[in-house]
């Protein structure tokens, strides 16, 4: 991906917030598979059910937000 970002002529700040969008969507709809749903359903001592409602909604909307966020940035700037 660095290479298309490159040649795509973005400024420093373009690039700063495809990083970030790349970033965002990198945590999005993690669950199982991911050590941080296993250490807060056990750290709050939720079962997986519950950990599934609540960590992987969290990771979603942090995802969501942070693409949203990056995308007016792009614009913007």
């Given at each position: ?12 700040w373009q ?19 991911d ?9 709050l001592n ?23 966020l990056?995308s007016?940035?792009?614009?913007l700037?």
């Amino acid at each position: 991906m660095a290479p298309a970002v490159a040649a795509a002529g973005f400024s420093d700040w373009q690039i700063t917030c495809v990083v970030l969008a790349t970033a965002a969507g990198s945590v999005g709809c993690s669950h199982f598979n991911d050590s941080g749903f296993w250490l807060v359903g056990r750290l709050l001592n939720m079962d997986v059910p519950t950990t599934l409602k609540t960590w992987t909604v969290n990771q979603t909307l942090i995802a969501l937000i942070g693409f949203a966020l990056s995308s007016v940035l792009f614009v913007l700037v």
